[in-house]
């Protein structure tokens, strides 16, 4: 009678249980812009997933020498606007959101930084994807032209 009730608990596990397709797959997962922006720059998101969680996140660009972006101090000076955060700041607060949230959609447009926030999301959402379907390839996204707002990274 035992066996019988167990192998009953065990057909109507198996029938109630559905596979989560949304479950993020533990692992790195990057998502990279197709091709360099007007300024030189590929933008590139990598996240970490660790027990279908993001981790850790990292938000940069490298131009056709291999420079990440967040290094080049002379490009970063010429971003620099007074009164506005330094342009180091937006990649790594919406990096720590992202991580906070664990949803892309939640993480809001910083005061200063709409044009990084709309390419942050973009690839954020294609390196979640590739999560989900467990790929270890990198996602080339075209990433959508952004209008840049007056004082906007």
């Not at 797959?25 to 027990?51: C, H, P, Q, R």
């Not at 940069?60 to 700041?89: C, I, M, V």
Request: aromatic fraction near 14%; proline fraction near 4%; hydrophobic fraction near 35%.
């Amino acid at each position: 009678m035992a066996l019988l009730a167990l192998a009953c608990l065990c057909f109507l596990f198996s029938f109630g249980c559905k596979s989560n397709t949304n479950a993020l797959k533990d692992g790195y997962f990057t998502a990279m812009s197709s091709e360099f922006n007007k300024d030189g720059w590929k933008d590139y998101l990598t996240i970490y997933v660790n027990n279908g969680l993001i981790t850790t996140a990292e938000y940069n660009a490298f131009n056709e020498t291999g420079l990440l972006r967040s290094w080049d101090t002379d490009y970063l000076k010429s971003l620099y606007k007074p009164g506005f955060q330094s342009p180091n700041h937006y990649p790594r607060q919406y990096c720590s959101y992202l991580v906070a949230l664990q949803n892309p959609a939640r993480v809001q447009t910083i005061d200063g930084g709409r044009k990084t926030h709309e390419i942050f999301v973009t690839l954020a959402q294609a390196a979640l994807n590739h999560s989900r379907q467990g790929l270890n390839t990198i996602a080339e996204v075209k990433l959508p032209e952004v209008f840049a707002y007056p004082n906007d990274i």
